[in-house]
Nanobody, 123 residues
């Protein structure tokens, strides 16, 4: 079993920054690609960003390219999402998940979801 815990969410003004963390425990962290997703009220969950096992390949949704950066630190079993130039439309619950296929794309098969962390961007 794998447990994922997200942290770092909060309330920020438009144009501000936040860094989300996702810490994994249980199975070996390094065997999975990982991804960030978000779900806004009344909307479906959407892919935000993904990073492969090695950390060398990253993928982003068009809506966050150039503003968000995904990374991982295997020694700490932790993945990060640095979010800059935040907009009100980034308001959502952010979730992390593991991808055993190592594709880290929006269509990969993700397992072991965290409980989420709330990000609210005020205008």
């Amino acid at each position: 079993q794998v447990q994922l815990v997200e942290s770092g969410g909060g309330l920020v003004q438009t144009g501000g920054s936040l860094r989300l963390s996702c810490t994994a425990s249980g199975r070996t962290f390094s065997i999975y690609a990982m991804g960030w997703f978000r779900q806004a009220p009344g909307k479906e969950r959407e892919f935000v960003a993904g990073v492969t096992r090695s950390g060398r390949t990253t993928n982003y949704a068009d809506s966050v390219k150039g503003r968000f950066t995904i990374s991982r630190e295997s020694a700490k079993n932790t993945m990060y999402l640095q979010m800059n130039s935040l907009k009100p439309e980034d308001t959502a619950i952010y979730y992390c998940a593991l991808d055993p296929t190592n594709r880290a794309t929006s269509t990969a098969r993700y397992e072991y979801w965290g409980q989420g962390t709330q990000v609210t961007v005020s205008s």
